[in-house]
């Protein structure tokens, strides 16, 4: 199965709310952009239902070049988490029962 | 930023689509998320990242009130990766003391 993509949420937006094909474009990118800008101003994103991005600060800490064996420390980062909701949460574990 | 807030932010960033048709544009837009990854279908988003499933295979669990052991069964649980702009931008952000 395809995965389900920026061009296939606009279509919807077309097909099933009448948008026209730039502005379900336009609605689709801004969506996107304004998680991703909320998340490089270090606020976290809570869309109820879906899920929550928050960030986490890490620390220097040691770490090896798995190919070589070297020891190289991984730097200091600020990483993006996502907590899904209790919502999404319970409907993909009904997909569990389709086995993996 | 919670949902309410989104909606918002992108009604003020565009003139031809009202409040109302945002706000049903992105619930429609999460509804669809959710949607994809309930059937096991993957999300792709360019520039931002995936969603995904990760199995949990089944083990058995405690009842933390009574500590009765239970079975509990494999399941699917959404895992998020962020693509490289987007990790790349969020880092740069601590850089510049964000």
């Known amino acids: 199965m395809g995965a389900l ?6 279509e919807k937006l077309f097909d099933e709310l009448g948008l026209n094909k730039r502005e379900a474009k336009e609605i689709v990118e801004m ?7 909320s998340l490089i101003n270090n606020d976290q994103v809570k869309l109820s239902g879906f899920g929550n991005f928050g960030l986490r600060d890490k620390k220097e800490r040691p770490g090896r070049n798995p190919k070589t064996g070297e020891d190289i420390p991984i730097s200091a980062r600020r990483v993006v988490t996502f907590r899904p909701g209790q919502k999404l949460k319970a409907k993909v574990e009904d997909y569990a029962g389709t086995k993996p | ?36 990854l309930s059937s096991g279908e993957r999300i792709e988003i360019r520039g931002f990242g995936s969603f995904s499933l ?8 405690r009842n933390p009130k009574t500590g009765d052991q239970v079975q509990l069964t ?24 964000n």
């Open chain 1, 5 to 10: 993509t920026k061009a296939a949420i606009a």
């Open chain 1, 31 to 37: 969506f996107f952009g304004e998680v991703r800008q």
């Open chain 2, 1 to 36: 930023m919670t949902k309410s807030e989104l909606i918002e932010n992108i009604a003020a960033q565009q003139t031809q689509l009202s409040i109302k048709d945002v706000e049903l544009s992105v619930k429609t837009i999460i509804d669809m998320m959710t949607q994809s």
């Open chain 2, 54 to 61: 990760h199995y949990r295979a089944p083990r058995t669990g």
């Open chain 2, 74 to 97: 494999g399941k699917y649980v959404p895992h998020f990766k962020p693509g490289k702009d987007l990790r790349e931008q969020v880092d740069e952000s601590r850089e510049n003391g």
